[in-house]
């Protein structure tokens, strides 16, 4: 778990959200939610590589041994992770986010681009949080964005290596997010593809199929790579819906989110360095 930053720094750009509870019910009907789940349709495939399910949140060894295939399977009900509903341009969105440990509990990562306005340095409009999502059901209630922080390295330059985000949510009086639905315990610095040697196989929770009403989180799995342009990617086929999606160990330990999509290279990951890192801690007390 990460200790508390001292002080906001320039690495860091922090956005307040309005956390309107009764705005975000009005504008997410379930109708809204699956407009928004259609609107961000699959549409890159990705590369052919190893993939698979799990029983559990993380992929475990005998599920790495089988695993055939790049393309995402049915998973059972995570509630940790959920559908991230926002607005920008004018149009709904919808992306995928996670639950990770943190002392206040209710601490959300995803993409960055899916909580802030890179041009502006804005939150998104209304962005709230589903955790569990099925489709356009919200099983354990809405949760609004609050505030989030992103690292300036990403509103500088909109790379993919740092499309990372966290944001604080509100909810029902006396809950608390991580009490409810569980947890990612998120760690840093952590290289997603080593020096030397094989990378560890990486374990993707998400909801690829974001052009259904009925979408249902999915689980694909495989070995990070880096690519020639100096990102790093997983060899993956989901759609739009699962930016943001957490990136995971066998052991449960969040290291990544998904930052997009990317023609011939599976997903695009935003690891987590020391800047994802400031950007956490700086949400510490807001």
């Known amino acids: 778990m990460p200790v508390a930053a001292s002080a906001q720094d320039a690495s860091v750009v922090v956005a307040s959200a309005s956390a309107d509870h009764a705005a975000s019910a ?7 939610r699956a ?11 990705g590369s052919a590589s190893a993939s ?3 029983q559990s949140a993380t992929l475990s060894s005998s599920d790495a041994a089988s695993a055939a295939s790049s393309a995402p399977v049915p998973h059972p009900d995570q509630p940790f992770v959920g559908v991230l509903f926002y607005v920008s341009g004018g149009r709904n969105h919808a992306c995928t986010a996670s639950v990770v440990d943190t002392p206040s509990g209710d601490t959300i990562a995803t993409a960055a ?17 589903i955790p569990g999502a099925q489709g356009a059901a919200a099983p354990h209630g809405i ?25 604080r949510v509100s909810g029902p009086a006396g809950e608390v997010l ?10 840093f610095g952590s290289a997603l593809v080593p020096a030397s040697g094989v990378a560890p196989r990486l374990a993707v929770l998400g909801y690829p199929t974001a052009g259904s009403a009925t979408a249902a989180l999915e689980a694909c799995a495989g070995r ?42 599976g997903v695009l990951l935003a690891s987590w360095g020391a ?11 807001r």
């Open 143 to 167: 949760w609004p964005v609050r505030v989030a922080a992103v690292s300036s390295a990403w509103t500088a330059t909109g790379r993919a290596s740092d499309d990372a985000g966290f944001a």
């Open 35 to 45: 407009a928004a789940l259609a609107a961000d349709a699959p549409s890159v495939a």
């Open 26 to 32: 009005a504008h997410w009907t379930p109708a809204a």
């Open 52 to 54: 698979g399910s799990t």
């Open 113 to 129: 681009h899916c909580l802030v306005d890179r041009r502006t340095g804005a939150a998104t409009t209304l962005a709230t949080f």
């Open 178 to 187: 991580a009490a409810s639905v569980g947890a990612a315990e998120p760690v």
């Open 275 to 285: 800047d994802a890192e400031r950007a956490l801690t700086s949400l510490h007390g």
């Open 224 to 265: 990070p790579q880096h690519d020639t342009g100096g990102q790093t990617s997983l060899p993956c086929t989901l759609g739009t819906g699962a930016a943001g999606s957490p990136v995971l160990t066998a052991a449960g330990e969040q290291r990544a989110v998904v930052a997009r999509p990317s023609a011939g290279r």
